[in-house]
C-alpha cells in the first residue's frame, strides 16, 4: 500500500481545502467543489501508479470539463486570469481568486505545474493533437507570455475606468471569446511548431505565476543516477523540454515540468 501514498496525499489536501473554505465561507459549494477536483486528480494518480494507459487524460477530462462547462459557461463565471483580476479589483475572495489562490500561486509549492498535466482544459484538447513529443528545438520567443499577461489586467482595469455597465456579462463573454481564441491559436501554433504544448511554452500568461513557485515544488520527478544509463529517453518523450537526469532545481527547464510521467513510463532501468 505504500506506493498509493501520494494519491492519498493528494486528497487529503484537496479535502482540507474544501472544508476550510466550506466552514469559514460557509458555503457547501466550496466542500463540493474542492471534494471533486482532489478525487478526480487522486484518481488519475491511481490509475497511473496501476499503469492504466489513460490516467492523466481522465483526471485532464473531469478537471477541465467540470471548470470549463459547468462552472464556466453554467455557472457563469470567468475562470481565465481576467476572472482573476477581476474578483481581485473588487475586493473580493470568491470563484477565480480562490481557484488562482490553490492551483495556481500557492498550490504550485507543492505540486508544481501539476495543474498544466492535470487540469487544464486548454491542454485537455491540445493534448490530442499529433505532435506529443517536441518534433523541433524551442523557440526563443517565451517573451509573449508576458504581453498576454500584461493585457488581461490592462483589460479589466479598463472596464472598472470607463465604469463599463453589465460588467459581470462582459466576463461571461471575455471567458467564451478568450477560451475560442486560446483554442485556436494553440492548434494553429501545434502544427507551425509541430508542438501540442507549443501554446504552453510560448503564450500562456498564467505561466508567469507557475513558473516561480513551481521553482520550490515539494513533488518532482528525480533521478537514480546509480541506475540512470544516459540513454537520452527521457529527454526525447518529455513534451516540455525537461532535463530530468538533473536533480537541481535549476535544471533546464525545471520549473515546466507538468508532472505527466512519461519520462518515468520510458525508462528503461525505473531510473526516475
Not at 26 to 41: A, E, P, Q, R, V
Not at 208 to 221: E, N
Request: net charge positive; with cysteine.
Amino acid at each position: 500500500m505504500k506506493k498509493y501514498w501520494l494519491p492519498a496525499a493528494m486528497l487529503v489536501l484537496f479535502e482540507a481545502i474544501a472544508v476550510t473554505l466550506w466552514l469559514s465561507k460557509d458555503n457547501l459549494f466550496y466542500l463540493f467543489n474542492f471534494s471533486y477536483i482532489g478525487i478526480s486528480i487522486s484518481l488519475g494518480i491511481y490509475l497511473f501508479i496501476r499503469k492504466y494507459r489513460y490516467a492523466r487524460r481522465i483526471a485532464q477530462l473531469l478537471v477541465g470539463c467540470y471548470m470549463l462547462i459547468y462552472l464556466g459557461l453554467v455557472c457563469g463565471e470567468n475562470m481565465q486570469i481576467e476572472g482573476f483580476w477581476y474578483y481581485l479589483f473588487t475586493g473580493v475572495f470568491e470563484a477565480a481568486t480562490i481557484h488562482y489562490a490553490v492551483a495556481k500561486i500557492f498550490g504550485p509549492l507543492i505540486f508544481g505545474r501539476g495543474w498544466c498535466g492535470y487540469a487544464c482544459w486548454t491542454a485537455m484538447v491540445l493534448d490530442y493533437l499529433p505532435y506529443k513529443v517536441p518534433d523541433k528545438p524551442r523557440k526563443n520567443i517565451g517573451w509573449i507570455r508576458y504581453i498576454t499577461f500584461a493585457v488581461s489586467p490592462l483589460f479589466v482595469a479598463a472596464l472598472f475606468l470607463c465604469h463599463a455597465g453589465k460588467i459581470e456579462r462582459i466576463m461571461f463573454w471575455a471567458f467564451i471569446i478568450g477560451n475560442v481564441l486560446y483554442y485556436a491559436v494553440g492548434i494553429v501554433l501545434a502544427f507551425i511548431c509541430k508542438d501540442n504544448r507549443a501554446f504552453c511554452k510560448y503564450i500562456c500568461p498564467i505561466t508567469i505565476f507557475l513558473k516561480p513557485m513551481s521553482y520550490f515544488s515539494l513533488l518532482r520527478v528525480r533521478c537514480d543516477k546509480e541506475k540512470c544509463i544516459s540513454c537520452g529517453k527521457c529527454k526525447k518523450v518529455c513534451p516540455m523540454d525537461v532535463d530530468m537526469t538533473d536533480n537541481s532545481r535549476k535544471r533546464k527547464n525545471g520549473t515546466e515540468c507538468i508532472l505527466c510521467y512519461e519520462c518515468v513510463k520510458n525508462c528503461p532501468k525505473d531510473a526516475l
